[in-house]
């Protein structure tokens, strides 16, 4: 982004004001900044290095060269630094600059990107002073202030060990479908130069800040704005009671408030009371403290359970505490259990996760008046924007068209995005005060406010035959969902459908409850109750496979699920789960070799559908447009947060179309109606690539002719709902993905050495891609096996896990070696046989965990995470 120094003259320093040396340039700021971060951005304008989570500096992104030492910003106060000299990647050379971009590009090093500037700028300090002596595991260890969410490391490393070594990488900028092209904006996200929301500057803008609630249960009976509107700066103080449309949002219900209005009720601890407008960021959220707030405490209904047995309502304005059941049954269970060899029974318990990307939620509402209609354009983060537009025009009253929303690339999402969080607070002010403004959440804003992962108890019995050979499976679970929808059934109603693994079980009985309490809300997030279910699958499975005196392999080999056979909800499976077993055929040489060499190994088999299914009709389309000047619009309608769906999208129109890379534009707003649904569950690449490639194919048709959209479609509109009246067989899902994962402890350290991860994808479209959503799934995996959790307590139902570090993920040192091996069989009916990578790569993460730890103390594990208090700070 554009920075904006300006020299200072000898002499020119005032009362009020710290000298620095930035970039090379003698420039003054104001000494009333909370940190350093806050004046390079808020003054300067210098957007390279990011905020992720100021003032506690634990995710390393605001990471710039102080004296020419790695520092992390937003912990320097402007007392500390005046004075000193600040290097950030503007200021870096450019022959630098282009050696860390090109070895990023071209290793695939990033994905959303945001964390990657702070990294550079470390790994630049570290090899100014060692060279090309710099070796890995060193580079590891120095990246323990840094975060990232999305690559598992490996690619960084490699990266950065390209540049110490200077050595050159191919740069892949073009080509079709299999080729390693590197990410579009790669170069770009590296140094920090493409922004982000939060990166934006509009003339004019003002500010944002939200007020939150003091209770996750309590009457509201009053809010006095007075004070907050005499505070300095503040522009407007706005309630529900503003509000000119609809207060209630959610993508599937609309049971969740923008803001809980006089009368009302809160429901959980991220509720929003008031918007409190300024002319900076600092005077907003200093002003949210003035804003009075009358409450009537109530006591919060935490306990999952308790909350399906009570006639109390835990949220307002709703009628039960039990937001869905998901239940099937096929066969006769106790008959088959009664006649059965061995049972296993089991109770597993997974935990509350937060997402943790690396750029919390951030909007930009801007007015516009030209036409003569008042129009607002949104900027936004969402993984639906269409969605978001929907929503927003419903907030204020207005036509759909009136609103027109725009994708800005994301810092990461992984499912948190998925719900509107600060969208509709910016537009309404932007709206009312029709000027521009800009709401960004600070870090544990975001951990209130946005869905995070189920934690589910789930009650296993398992039974097979003397040879291995399932005979029935009984599952019973309550997701806990917290307090507003989301897609908490959704969730639990793939628990459900996904709770036998990728195995064939002739009777089966499965019932799942998503119940609704006052903790903190969840919803989507990567793997959507398919890896809670088969971390609980995969344990009963090694159980039964002791029972018989057969190896973890062995049990599943006589169980996978092949075409011709009944899966699951009933839904007979085609040619496309031929993966599952290749997958398992693929990883036993190197199961076999680890168990000979003494190690304790652990085995993971999994499957995820990708797309919705459950009858859910499922269109997507897109827009190949040729224009005069010769570049290629590519438009779809799906969100790119570091997946990679914009590069596939181009790849697909490459392919397609035989064209060069460098002339086409890909473009996501709501501008043309191309979006259905949310960007989740695999869908992009599976239905983005399909609704491209019609599109191509229209064009085709028509001659290429320029100036008219060529619109394509990709439709899935043939699935059944789970236990759909009279259809005994249902399609609950066109596709499935699948993956067979080993973990390999050694012995005498007691540490994870190694993962291996095989998966089928069916048609790789960028294997740079591909490898990197599996590394950054194994790492997520990982955490979410060993110590991650975001606890709420039991007493305020108030989540205890405020920051980055508390949350236990695994920093780059502690990640062990990821080897990816990727499959490719096809499934049918699907655009180029693609399945999707991103949703099962940790699917079978934890299973593997749970065997290798057996394998080594002989103990077996039940509940996540299975190695909090072994964590390394």
Same mark, same amino acid.
């Given at each position: 982004m554009t920075s904006h120094l300006t020299t200072t003259e000898t002499g020119d320093l005032t009362a009020g004001r710290v000298a620095l040396t930035v970039n090379g340039l003698a420039v003054t700021v104001r000494n009333d900044h909370p940190h350093l971060l806050a004046a390079l951005r808020e003054e300067l304008d210098i957007t390279s290095p990011k905020d992720g989570c100021s003032p506690t500096g634990q995710c390393g992104c605001c990471t710039v060269l102080v004296d020419g030492k790695a520092i992390v910003s937003c912990q320097q106060s402007l007392e500390k630094v005046s004075g000193a000299q600040i290097t950030t990647l503007e200021g870096v050379s450019q022959t630098e600059r282009d050696a860390f971009a090109n070895a990023f590009a071209a290793c695939g090093g990033l994905?959303?990107?945001?964390?990657?500037?702070?990294?550079?700028?470390?790994?630049?300090?570290?090899?100014?002073?060692?060279?090309?002596?710099?070796?890995?595991e060193d580079m590891a260890r120095h990246l323990g202030a840094h975060l990232c969410r999305c690559t598992g490391y490996v690619k960084i490393l490699d990266a950065i060990e390209t540049v110490a070594k200077s050595q050159t990488r191919e740069m892949i900028t073009t080509g079709g479908l299999g080729v390693r092209v590197m990410k579009l904006e790669a170069e770009a996200l590296a140094l920090g130069d493409r922004g982000y929301i939060d990166d934006m500057r509009v003339a004019g803008m003002l500010h944002a800040a939200l007020v939150f609630t003091q209770y996750a249960r309590a009457d509201v009976l009053g809010i006095d704005v007075s004070a907050a509107l005499k505070?300095?700066?503040?522009?407007?103080?706005?309630t529900a009671a503003d509000i000119p449309g609809e207060l209630m949002m959610g993508i599937i219900y609309k049971d969740w408030p923008v803001m809980i209005p006089v009368g009302g009720r809160t429901s959980y601890a991220g509720d929003v009371l008031a918007i409190v407008v300024a002319d900076s960021r600092m005077n907003a959220r200093n002003a949210t403290d003035a804003v009075a707030v009358t409450y009537k405490p109530l006591s919060p209904i935490t306990d999952a359970r308790k909350a399906i047995e009570t006639n109390d309502l835990a949220v307002w304005k709703t009628e039960s505490n039990i937001l869905s059941k998901s239940m099937y049954k096929r066969g006769d269970c106790d008959t088959a259990f009664a006649s059965s060899d061995f049972i296993? =029974? +089991?109770?597993?318990?997974?935990?509350?996760?937060?997402?943790?990307?690396? %750029?919390? #939620?951030?909007? /930009? $509402?801007v007015l516009d008046l030209t036409s003569g209609n008042k129009r607002l354009h949104v900027y936004s983060g969402g993984q639906g924007v269409w969605d978001d537009r929907n929503d927003i025009a419903r907030l204020l009253a207005v036509d759909n068209s009136q609103?027109?929303?725009?994708?800005?690339?994301?810092?990461?999402?992984?499912?948190?995005?998925?719900?509107?969080?600060?969208?509709?607070?910016?537009?309404?002010?932007?709206?009312?005060?029709?000027?521009?403004?800009?709401?960004?959440?600070? =870090? +544990?804003?975001?951990?209130?406010?946005?869905?995070?992962?189920?934690?589910? %108890?789930? #009650?296993?019995? /398992? $039974?097979?035959?003397?040879?291995?050979?399932?005979?029935?499976?009984?599952?019973?679970?309550?997701?806990?969902?917290?307090?507003?929808?989301?897609?908490?059934?959704?969730?639990?109603?793939?628990?459900?459908?996904?709770?036998?693994?990728?195995?064939?079980?002739?009777?089966?009985?499965?019932?799942?409850?998503?119940?609704?309490?006052?903790?903190?809300?969840?919803?989507?997030f990567r793997g959507f109750g398919a890896n809670q279910a088969q971390f609980a699958m995969e344990g009963v499975l090694d159980r039964l496979a002791e029972h018989v005196g057969i190896t973890g392999w062995e049990?599943?080999?006589?169980?996978?699920?092949?075409?011709?056979?009944?899966?699951?909800?009933?839904?007979?499976?085609?040619?496309?789960?031929?993966?599952?077993?290749?997958?398992?055929?693929?990883?036993?040489?190197?199961?076999?070799?680890?168990?000979?060499?003494?190690?304790?190994?652990?085995l993971g088999l999994g499957l995820k559908n990708s797309g919705l299914g459950n009858g859910f009709k499922e269109i997507s389309k897109a827009v190949v447009h040729f224009k005069d000047d010769g570049r290629i619009e590519v438009r779809h309608g799906w969100t790119e947060m570091g997946q990679g769906i914009n590069t596939v999208a181009a790849q697909v129109a490459v392919h397609e179309l035989g064209v060069d890379a460098s002339l086409i534009d890909v473009i996501v707003d709501t501008t043309r109606e191309l979006g259905f649904g949310q960007t989740t569950g695999s869908r992009g690449t599976l239905m983005g690539a399909g609704s491209v490639k019609d599109a191509c194919d229209v064009a085709r048709a028509a001659n290429f002719a320029k100036g008219i959209d060529h619109v394509g479609e990709y439709r899935v509109d043939w699935t059944n709902k789970m236990g759909e009246p009279g259809v005994t067989n249902?399609?609950?899902?066109?596709?499935?993905?699948?993956?067979?994962?080993?973990?390999?402890?050694?012995?005498?350290?007691?540490?994870?050495?190694?993962?291996v991860a095989v998966h089928d994808v069916g048609r790789i479209v960028n294997p740079t891609l591909c490898e990197?959503?599996?590394?950054?799934?194994?790492?997520?995996?990982?955490?979410?096996?060993?110590?991650?959790?975001?606890?709420?307590?039991?007493?305020?139902?108030?989540?205890?896990?405020?920051?980055?570090?508390?949350?236990?993920?695994?920093?780059?040192?502690?990640?062990?070696?990821?080897?990816?091996?990727?499959?490719?069989?096809?499934?049918?009916?699907?655009?180029?046989?693609?399945?999707?990578?991103?949703?099962?790569?940790?699917v079978p993460t934890a299973g593997a965990v749970a065997a290798a730890l057996r394998e080594l103390d002989g103990q077996w594990r039940n509940t996540l995470p299975m190695r909090r208090d072994k964590q390394e700070d």
């Open positions: 994905q959303c990107g945001f964390c990657i500037p702070g990294i550079v700028v470390r790994a630049k300090a570290q090899i100014d002073k060692k060279g090309a002596a710099l070796k890995r505070q300095p700066g503040v522009k407007a103080v706005f296993a =029974r +089991e109770k597993f318990v997974t935990q509350r996760i937060e997402h943790a990307f690396l %750029e919390p #939620e951030s909007t /930009l $509402a609103v027109t929303v725009t994708l800005v690339t994301n810092g990461g999402a992984f499912g948190g995005k998925e719900d509107m969080s600060n969208q509709a607070h910016a537009s309404l002010a932007a709206w009312l005060l029709e000027l521009p403004v800009k709401c960004t959440l600070t =870090r +544990e804003e975001s951990f209130l406010m946005h869905a995070k992962r189920h934690p589910i %108890e789930m #009650e296993y019995e /398992l $039974a097979c035959d003397k040879n291995g050979k399932l005979t029935a499976l009984r599952v019973r679970a309550i997701g806990d969902s917290g307090a507003y929808a989301s897609v908490g059934m959704k969730v639990l109603e793939r628990m459900a459908g996904h709770a036998s693994g990728p195995y064939q079980v002739a009777n089966i009985d499965v019932e799942a409850i998503a119940a609704r309490t006052n903790n903190p809300v969840c919803g989507a049990i599943r080999s006589r169980n996978v699920i092949k075409p011709g056979m009944v899966w699951g909800p009933g839904q007979i499976m085609d040619d496309g789960c031929l993966g599952a077993e290749l997958c398992l055929n693929e990883i036993k040489p190197q199961y076999d070799a680890a168990i000979l060499a003494g190690k304790a190994v652990g249902p399609i609950i899902h066109s596709t499935f993905s699948y993956a067979a994962q080993m973990v390999v402890i050694d012995r005498e350290t007691q540490k994870i050495e190694r993962v990197g959503q599996v590394e950054g799934s194994v790492h997520m995996g990982l955490g979410y096996a060993l110590t991650e959790e975001f606890p709420s307590d039991p007493v305020t139902a108030f989540p205890t896990n405020m920051t980055l570090r508390s949350l236990g993920i695994l920093r780059a040192k502690d990640v062990p070696k990821i080897e990816v091996k990727l499959i490719e069989s096809a499934q049918p009916n699907s655009p180029y046989g693609i399945k999707g990578v991103g949703e099962i790569g940790l």
